[in-house]
Nanobody, 124 residues
Framework: QVQLVESGGGLVQAGGSLRLSCSAS????????MSWFRQAPGEEREFVAT????????YSADFVKGRFTISRDDAKNTVYLEMNSLKPEDTAVYYC?????????????????WGQGTQVAVSS
């Protein structure tokens, strides 16, 4: 049984930082592209960043470039999202997702597995 469990969310002031973690089990982690998405109330789920199974550069949405960094530790079956210079508009539920040998798609419906999400709230 595959499980993705996010942690690290919380309430932070604008300009602050958070580090999200997503721990995976029940799958061969190194064969999965891991990505982060987010969803704000009343909004569609949107792509944040991806770290492909095959290595190479990571990719992030334009609105987080220079502020958020995705990384993975295959030995720990964990993917991280380091978030700096947080803004109130970053407030959302953040989800990690896994795509077997994925290309790093920005389309949420191309992913095989999802975590339950972790809430991030940024106050002004």
């Amino acid at each position: 049984q595959v499980q993705l469990v996010e942690s690290g969310g919380g309430l932070v002031q604008a300009g602050g930082s958070l580090r999200l973690s997503c721990s995976a089990s029940g799958l061969t982690f190194s064969k999965y592209t891991m990505s982060w998405f987010r969803q704000a109330p009343g909004e569609e789920r949107e792509f944040v960043a991806t770290d492909k199974w095959s290595g190479g550069p990571t990719y992030s949405a334009d609105f987080v470039k220079g502020r958020f960094t995705i990384s993975r530790d295959d030995a720990k079956n964990t993917v991280y999202l380091e978030m700096n210079s947080l803004k109130p508009e970053d407030t959302a539920v953040y989800y990690c997702a896994a795509d077997l040998r994925g290309s790093g798609s920005r389309q949420w419906n191309e992913y095989d597995y999802w975590g339950q999400g972790t809430q991030v709230a940024v106050s002004s």
